[in-house]
T-cell receptor
Framework: DTAVSQTPKYLVTQMGNDKSIKCEQN?????MYWYKQDSKKFLKIMFS???????INETVPNRFSPKSPDKAHLNLHINSLELGDSAVYFC?????????FGPGTRLTVL | KQEVTQIPAALSVPEGENLVLNCSFT??????LQWFRQDPGKGLTSLLL?????REQTSGRLNASLDKSSGRSTLYIAASQPGDSATYLC????????????FGSGTQLTVLP
């Protein structure tokens, strides 16, 4: 079974729209993360979320917000999408100090 | 602030060759150092994890070393195969409670048949 799943795999939308990316994990671990991988393939952490408390926010615009309806989910909401938001977004969890990544969501903003 | 660098950015080798990928980090106060593989259009797969107290880890044809004092890690791939073609990323895990991973920009490896 896949430890981390994301939906959708691809997301194409117009500038200014609001969208969400869902992440689900089935390992029951507390800490979940969102990463952004830009066109140059550079991965940068956006958020980590532990027990409903946001731990890290790495200079991410406040248009981005993680929401955790329960321990198994950490969804990423993005308001007023901009062209520069186009990237691949990865959800991840930590298990025994190793991070397990979801398959990614490729967001394209037109 | 931790910075991770990987050299070279791209590498092309003939099948069967042994190769080394390099990773350097600026802050030696790491919890562990991890190597990942990323195939085109896919997520990341964890390959090896070296705790800060360890010097190396091995898995099959892969061997990763860690030298905290010099801020360096290497990934050695023996007898490379075309299936090894992928982007290899190293990442340093900070020791704080946030457990933040800082990634290098990756080395894109192509193994030619």
């Amino acid at each position: 079974d896949t430890a981390v799943s994301q939906t959708p795999k691809y997301l194409v939308t117009q500038m200014g729209n609001d969208k969400s990316i869902k992440c689900e994990q089935n390992l029951g671990h507390d800490t979940m993360y969102w990463y952004k991988q830009d066109s140059k393939k550079f991965l940068k952490i956006m958020f980590s979320y532990n027990n409903k408390e946001l731990i890290i926010n790495e200079t991410v615009p406040n248009r981005f917000s993680p929401k955790s309806p329960d321990k198994a989910h950490l969804n990423l909401h993005i308001n007023s999408l901009e062209l520069g938001d186009s990237a691949v977004y990865f959800c991840a969890i930590t298990s025994t100090d190793t991070q397990y990544f979801g398959p990614g969501t490729r967001l394209t903003v037109l | 602030k931790q910075e991770v660098t990987q050299i070279p950015a791209a590498l092309s080798v003939p099948e069967g060759e042994n190769l080394v990928l390099n990773c350097s980090f600026t802050d030696s106060a790491i919890y562990n150092l991890q190597w990942f593989r990323q195939d085109p259009g896919k997520g990341l797969t964890s390959l090896l994890l070296i705790q800060s107290s360890q010097r190396e880890q091995t898995s099959g044809r892969l061997n990763a070393s860690l030298d905290k004092s010099s801020g360096r890690s290497t990934l050695y791939i023996a007898a490379s195969q075309p299936g090894d073609s992928a982007t290899y990323l190293c990442a340093a895990l900070d020791p704080g409670s946030a457990r933040q991973l800082t990634f290098g920009s990756g080395t894109q490896l192509t193994v030619l048949p």
